[in-house]
């Protein structure tokens, strides 16, 4: 059938809302090639005439009639190598042009293209498009390290004659079995993303080509819009199995296809245009919220149940408004109505499992009815600021909802800092993250210039949260225990504790761990717990998990994964599917109850398991880009989280066991082993480890990690009588002022200075007697001073590095005496952290400028 309006039937609203909004992705096989010429105007060869012409040009290659093109490409190998083929296989592809409607196919929004053929031909038609005056285009080889970015990227599977000298084909039979072995990241990515999106197949007939149907028959498309195969000569049975497995098939040509497909969509060329220039498809990592969009609530999702907050529950009103959502919806309006609006900041701090992330939801509607266009960022990779600002021109209020992105927040900082240069640009941030980050969120929220406002969330509810609490749920029939409590006890079930827990009880009542441990109990295969592990401890960091990680990391096909959650009760009790993300439906509070402390190690082995199996995707282009998968791994890797949640456990040894994937690149992974090493007393290899992180990334983070593990040593010195503990605090102390000059201003480095050498004071003052008169302290009580007023000549009255020092300040008052004005007595020789922002240096710079202060320090005198 080749009549597309009828074979979608009832899915093409889905096709529709999926297309426009960049959802779908494009897999090209030899066939969508068709048609297309080279830089010689000579048709490109299909499968039988490239046999042919290998013939002629290798006739000493012995390659026979009847031979497939695999075997005469690998005869051609032998005969004269792989680079003289490669060069002429350019001859025959390099330089390709298509028809018209192709540039229109290459211009849709796909979020991503997949190809199987050599040929650029792909490359030239996106040149002359629409898109490519809002996108850049990313060729990508199939050999290439994984990375996400707000670019379009085309992936060539079999590799590509695009670069000027040879690069890998997979071409023969010996190249496909070495791809196999070798099972290349995106291969694993194309796998996880035929079932979680919707795909567009053209060229290529999907079965009876071997890498590609084992894709296919492997990964049944599981996304709400359809996946549409696209062949002009599909046979009877041929249809009947890709229907089979899932698939819709368009019988006839490609360009038949684009032609009804842009119809149906409502991208033609005139309406391409307007949609690259009136909605967030050139901004793949920010979605638009709008009232309009459906309220049906995802299959098993129950909010009100623990269920992780979704937009509809927004929507539907299942989120009762708490006083801080009060608080920041009235200044929210204010900026939205004032028409001298410029762009703001709105930071909230939060609690674990206080209700940010339905706060926020629940923000974002209400801002929605006042007529603001919300944008909420994925934290999928970083953005393209010039983007974001184009979009938003001229569009009135614009706010942007930021749930635990602290790793985005440097460019959210550059975004309003240049939007408050747009004559026709009012953004408002609202970014709402964990009080544990509060001091990152601060380190580079800097510009003077924006407006700021600040709101703390504590995890109690007040009695007029609670009152409201209860509302919600009687209205909803949802009070469980408390159904036949009078009012006042329902309220004060919820008053002064956690919503997370109190809801926990609503339903689940006294017994509600005892019913979690036996959901755990009933997991039928290994792999289901270390799903749940992993999702629970991405929880405990507030990291994000997609369905093509979780499949990658623990070992099965992205459909085998969906289909077990489906259908093993137990894991559906557990796990939620949000989109293409999952959750543990516990968050972190499974981890409790997950093994006993006996089971630790056995545990951590499969953790290490998943985060091995993870590596192929938490690459250094990968940390560049701030991708999820990226930010997942490290969170596996996390010293305090895993601490917490494997007591007793040997974590060491788990470090150990990732060395081999990511010991040679990986600064995190030395920081965060290095840590680990400190808590347990291993103060030798904790320096090491973090001297090796500072080694692979210099940078303020790894100085800072270095420097407070040498304060921390110094500290343990000073208490055993070592008399090397002063040598420990002056390398510290450098380290951290290297953090400093580094990143000038840095909050975290500045306030791990200042507590850390209170806690060797205190040391000290626990020490023998005659210690506080020391020579040494008084010049580490003088860096301490120098170190203060920096901190307080620096950032608003909303800071959280001020309010951590001030506290710090007071104690070190009561101890040593007042700390007025800025005029702090210091050595001659104890270094001043600087206060004035410096122009950035250049690598040379940065290289020259450390190596002399190196030299500097290990000539000084002692202090």
């Known amino acids: 059938m ?19 909004s960049g959802d779908y992705q494009l897999l090209l096989g030899a066939g969508a090639s068709f048609g297309s010429k080279n830089a010689r105007q000579r048709p490109l060869p299909m499968a039988a005439s490239l046999i042919a012409m290998l013939q002629e040009k290798f006739p000493a290659a012995l390659i026979e009639d009847g031979n497939s093109l695999q075997r005469a490409y690998q005869r051609a190998v032998y005969d004269v190598g792989k680079n003289e083929v490669w060069k002429y296989l350019k001859e025959v592809f390099g330089g390709a042009t298509h028809e018209e409607w192709f540039t229109h196919l290459a211009g849709l929004p796909w979020g991503r293209v997949w190809t199987l053929n050599i040929d650029d031909v792909f490359e030239r038609a996106f040149a002359q498009s629409r898109r490519q005056r809002v996108t850049r285009l990313r060729v990508i080889d199939w050999t290439d390290e994984f990375s996400e970015s707000d670019d379009l990227q085309i992936v060539h ?38 079932v979680t999106k919707p795909f567009i197949i053209i060229g290529a007939k999907g079965l009876d080509e071997p890498d590609l149907e084992a894709t296919l028959v492997a990964s049944r498309p599981s996304s709400t819009a359809p996946s549409i195969i696209v062949d002009p000569h599909v046979t009877p049975g041929q249809r009947r199995e890709m229907e089979h497995l899932g698939y819709i098939v368009f019988e006839g040509t490609a360009e038949d296809f684009t032609r009804q497909w842009s119809t149906l969509v409502g991208l033609d060329s005139a309406a391409l245009a307007t949609l690259y220039e009136t909605t967030a498809v050139s901004i793949p990592q920010f979605s638009e919220l709008r009232l309009e969009d459906s309220v049906i609530p995802l299959r098993n999702h129950d909010f009100l149940g623990g269920s992780k907050p979704q937009w509809a529950d927004a929507r539907m009103g299942s989120i009762a408004e708490f006083d801080w959502m009060s608080r920041v919806l009235r200044e929210s309006r204010a900026w939205v109505r004032d028409l001298q609006r410029t762009s ?9 499992l206080a209700g940010l992330s339905a706060g926020l939801l629940f923000i974002a509607a209400e ?11 994925d934290r999928v990779a970083k953005f393209n600021k010039k983007r974001v600002l184009d979009f938003c021109a001229g569009r009135g209020p614009v706010v942007i909802i930021c749930d635990s992105s602290h790793e985005f927040t440097m460019f959210f900082d550059e975004l309003l800092t240049d939007a408050q240069n747009e004559t026709d640009c009012s953004i408002l941030v609202i970014f709402g993250e964990t009080t544990l980050h509060e001091l990152q969120v601060d380190n580079h929220f800097r510009s003077v210039t924006v407006p700021r406002s600040t709101t703390i969330v504590y995890s109690r509810r007040n009695a007029a949260d609670a009152r409201r609490i209860e509302s919600l749920l009687n209205r909803r029939g949802r009070l469980g225990r408390l159904e036949q409590l009078p009012p006042a006890a329902r309220r004060a079930h919820f008053r002064d504790r956690d919503i997370f827990g109190a809801m926990g009880e609503v339903e689940g009542a006294p017994g509600f761990q005892n019913r979690l441990a036996v959901e755990l109990r009933s997991l039928s295969k290994e792999w289901h717990a270390d799903l749940l592990m992993m999702l629970a401890i991405a929880s405990a960091g507030n990291h994000q998990v997609g369905i093509s990680e979780a499949a990658i990391g623990v070992g099965v096909g ?56 993870l590596g192929g995707l938490a690459t250094s282009a990968s940390l560049k880009e701030r991708n999820r998968p990226a930010s997942l791994v490290g969170g596996l890797m996390q010293a305090r989280v895993l601490r917490n949640a494997f007591k007793g456990a ?48 210099d940078d303020a983070y790894t100085q800072t990690t270095l420097g407070t593990i040498l304060l921390n040593k110094s500290a343990v010195s000073l208490e055993y009588g070592d008399q090397t503990w002063m040598d420990l605090y002056r390398r510290g102390r450098d380290h951290l002022d290297e953090a400093l000059y580094i990143d000038v201003g840095n909050r975290v480095a500045a306030i791990s200075y200042l507590e850390n050498t209170m806690n060797l004071l205190r040391s000290a003052t626990r020490s023998a007697s005659g210690m506080n008169e020391s020579d040494e302290l008084a010049v580490i009580r003088a860096d301490w001073s120098a170190h203060y007023a920096s901190v307080q000549l620096v950032g608003g009255v909303d800071d959280s590095a001020r309010r951590r020092a001030s506290e710090l300040g007071r104690e070190f008052e009561a101890q040593y005496g007042v700390l007025s004005g800025l005029s702090f007595g210091s050595a001659e020789d104890s270094p001043k952290p600087s206060t004035r922002r410096r122009a950035a240096p250049g690598p040379e710079q940065k290289r020259s400028g450390r190596n002399r202060r190196r030299r500097a320090r290990r000539n000084r005198p002692n202090d």
């Open 344 to 352: 703001a900041l709105h930071v909230i701090f939060s609690d674990r």
């Open 157 to 194: 599977l079999h590799g590509s004659i695009i670069e000027p000298e040879p690069t890998p084909l997979v071409f023969s039979f010996s190249d496909y079995a070495n791809a196999i072995a070798r099972t290349p990241v995106w291969d694993q990515i194309l796998r996880g993303s035929v």
């Open 650 to 697: 040997n974590i060491d040894a788990y470090y150990d066991s990732l060395l081999p994937v990511f010991g040679a690149w990986n600064a995190r992974f030395w920081e965060q082993r290095a840590i680990n090493a400190k808590h347990e007393g291993d103060w030798g290899p904790a320096e090491s480890w973090a001297s090796r992180a500072v080694t692979i990334k």
């Open 2 to 20: 080749n009549d597309l309006s009828l074979l979608l039937g009832d899915k093409a609203n889905d096709a529709y809302v999926a297309a426009r």
């Open 367 to 377: 801002l929605r009815e006042s007529a603001a266009t919300i944008l909420v960022f």
């Open 558 to 613: 992205a459909d085998q994964l969906l289909n077990d959650i489906s259908e093993h009760s137990a894991l559906n009790a557990l796990v939620e599917v949000a989109g293409d993300l999952l959750y543990a439906r516990q968050r972190s509070a499974a981890l409790k109850q997950m093994f006993d402390r006996n089971e630790a190690d056995a545990r951590l082995a499969s953790l290490s398991r998943v985060t091995r199996n």
